[in-house]
């Protein structure tokens, strides 16, 4: 949608929010006739339209599946989407269960939000250890909620966030919509949509394989390099997995991971482990690149170009590649090299305070899901899809972008839910009709089965989730 922000009082149609984000990727029109959206607006206590935000992403993935598999196959199938199932993924780390008991712990003990000496607000991301030992640093106290509160209150809230995001700490300042949208990140955003696809270099056209038409899934022979931690793009890499990808994550040994997102979004990937700074592991890196179709990165802003595979250089080694970047701030604009997680992107561009309000509270409210991230993961592989489409006729090399804040600018421009937040909370006995047990290397899992209903190609995971480094770095046979 290109409603103006903040201005609709009733949530948009899910099928015109699918409709204006395939219009925007350039993918033919009549696959739009393929798809069947159920269900509606509220489906978890939120002000804002998370359920359409969720089933229009997840939706115009599977769509750019079925697509695919049409370009490949010359048939076409029906793809469904039910709102509820579609929420309920969004929420996939929040269910998940090894061997019937919780998982391993998300967060760490002081994240969160205090007020600071001003009286305004900051949120903390401290999961990564070096980001909690950082913030501790600067505050010069312990790892302790009270010491925390305590050390905040001697700092205003802006102040903080500028010094610790000049220490490469993940910190954020709650702004309300208006504050944000008078920042000059907002400005640099304004108007640019979720998702961005750019030819950045000459290739000549390279259709997928032809398909048998009684078998074969949507990206069957796709290769996909998958350089992303946390949930944004790690969903992206389990999407592209669900419909037939081989996807090989690289993570290395000296890199934080946090277990139960390693858990939920590992299914149907297989994972290596190289060291970047190593020669012998750089050049196995431009190995697999050099047999690839996608490469998806989530690293800090210009991390990977550092290390010689930054977009450009990886279409001049790759001609044709699709080139996949999550960002949390977005690739223009002031703000364009800050690090962030969707916790504290809800909390700077205004989505706390937003929905504070809306229940009559002072407190920052966040939204009931990771709405940005899983948002993000999914437009990031409707992405993918839509630049392997436009590579199979156009030829060239693609940029796919998308970042957090202008996920969270398409979220305000869905509307708002009158009396959204009267809407119940859904426990894990609620949505059990939506959950499946799979095994794994780390146990038996209970998930949130893939939302998206395709009528010849069910998408489903292949492999189980692993440990990390559990495979060697090389691709599997296309056949």
Not at 72 to 86: D, F, I, K, N
Not at 252 to 267: C, K, Q, S
Not at 292 to 315: H, N
Request: with cysteine; charged share 20%.
């Amino acid at each position: 949608m290109t409603a103006s922000l903040d201005t609709a009082t009733v949530p948009a149609a899910p099928a015109s929010v699918v409709s204006a984000l395939w219009q925007g990727a350039g993918l033919p029109a009549e696959t739009l006739d393929h798809l069947v959206l159920t269900g509606d607006e509220p489906v978890l206590p939120s002000s804002f339209a998370v359920g359409t935000a969720a089933q229009a992403s997840l939706a115009a993935s599977a769509l750019a599946a079925a697509a695919l598999w049409h370009q490949r196959t010359g048939r076409w199938q029906q793809v469904g989407v039910e709102m509820r199932h579609a929420i309920t993924e969004f929420r996939s780390e929040r269910y998940l269960r090894v061997d019937g008991g919780p998982a391993p712990e998300l967060w760490d003990k002081i994240a969160g939000v205090y007020r600071c000496g001003d009286g305004r607000w900051v949120r903390l991301h401290t999961n990564f250890p070096h980001h909690r030992d950082g913030v501790l640093r600067l505050l010069g106290c312990a790892h302790d909620k009270a010491a925390v509160q305590a050390a905040l209150g001697k700092w205003e809230a802006e102040a903080f966030e500028a010094t610790a995001s000049d220490a490469g700490l993940v910190v954020a300042a709650m702004r309300s919509f208006d504050e944000w949208d008078r920042h000059p990140q907002a400005e640099a955003l304004r108007g640019l949509p979720p998702v961005t696809l750019e030819r950045i270099g000459e290739a000549p056209p390279q259709p997928l394989p032809a398909l048998p038409s009684a078998e074969g899934r949507p990206l069957s022979g796709v290769r996909v390099l998958d350089f992303t931690r946390i949930i944004a793009g790690p969903v992206a890499g389990r999407t592209l997995a669900a419909h037939g990808a081989d996807v090989l994550m690289v993570t290395a040994a000296h890199l934080p991971a946090i277990a139960p997102l390693v858990i939920d979004t590992g299914r149907g990937k297989r994972n290596c482990e190289l060291d970047l700074r190593d020669p012998d592991d750089k050049r196995t890196l431009h190995k697999l690149l050099h047999g690839a179709d996608v490469m998806l990165q989530g690293y800090r802003p210009g991390g990977l170009a550092e290390l010689g595979v930054g977009p450009e250089a990886a279409a001049r080694a790759r001609p044709g590649i699709i080139y996949v970047s999550l960002s949390a701030y977005g690739h223009v604009g002031p703000w364009s090299g800050k690090r962030g997680f969707d916790s504290l992107v809800q909390t700077a561009t205004g989505f706390n305070h937003a929905e504070a309000q809306a229940a009559g509270d002072d407190v920052p409210r966040p939204l009931p899901a990771q709405v940005l991230d899983h948002a993000a993961g999914y437009l990031l592989a409707f992405g993918a899809m839509a630049a392997l489409h436009r590579r199979a006729t156009e030829g060239g090399s693609w940029l796919v972008r998308v970042s957090l804040a202008q996920v969270g600018q398409w979220l305000r421009g869905l509307g708002r839910v009158p009396d959204g937040l009267q809407a119940p909370e859904q426990k894990i006995d609620d949505v059990a009709d939506l959950l499946e047990v799979l095994p794994s290397g780390f146990g038996m899992l209970t998930v949130v089965r893939h939302a998206a209903q395709l009528s010849e190609t069910p998408a489903h995971w292949a492999l189980p989730s692993e440990p990390l480094g559990t495979h060697a770095p090389e691709w599997l046979p296309r056949g």
